[in-house]
Nanobody, 122 residues
Framework: QVQLVESGGELVQPGGSLRLSCVAS????????ISWFRQAPGKEREGVSC???????DYADSVKGRFAVSRDNAKNTAYLQMNSLKPEDTGVYYC????????????????WGQGTQVTVSS
């Protein structure tokens, strides 16, 4: 049974940084894509970043240059380093995994975590 568990969300001031973690379990190998999505209050969930097993990455335009996704396959863990945070980055951040999909569209992903809250406010 695949399980994804996010952590690291908290309240941070504008301009600050946070690192989110996503621990995956239940996969038989590391050949899956991990993606980060977020959902702001009153808005639809949107793709933020994704990373393939070989390290290839993609980012939403709104976070390019500020966020960095990485993964440690030995630890079955993915990370989202978020810098220069803005109030509009506020939301619940979810990690998702796909064996065959890629990209920042929800339909590509089969497995989802429960989310971690990120609040950017002074």
């Amino acid at each position: 049974q695949v399980q994804l568990v996010e952590s690291g969300g908290e309240l941070v001031q504008p301009g600050g940084s946070l690192r989110l973690s996503c621990v995956a379990s239940g996969f038989t190998n590391e050949y899956y894509t991990i993606s980060w999505f977020r959902q702001a209050p009153g808005k639809e969930r949107e793709g933020v970043s994704c990373i393939m097993v070989d390290g290839q990455t993609d980012y939403a335009d709104s976070v390019k240059g500020r966020f960095a996704v990485s993964r440690d396959n030995a630890k079955n863990t993915a990370y989202l380093q978020m810098n220069s945070l803005k109030p509009e980055d506020t939301g619940v951040y979810y990690c998702a995994a796909s064996i065959s999909g890629w990209g920042l569209e929800e339909y590509e992903y089969d497995y989802w975590g429960q989310g971690t809250q990120v609040t950017v406010s002074s």
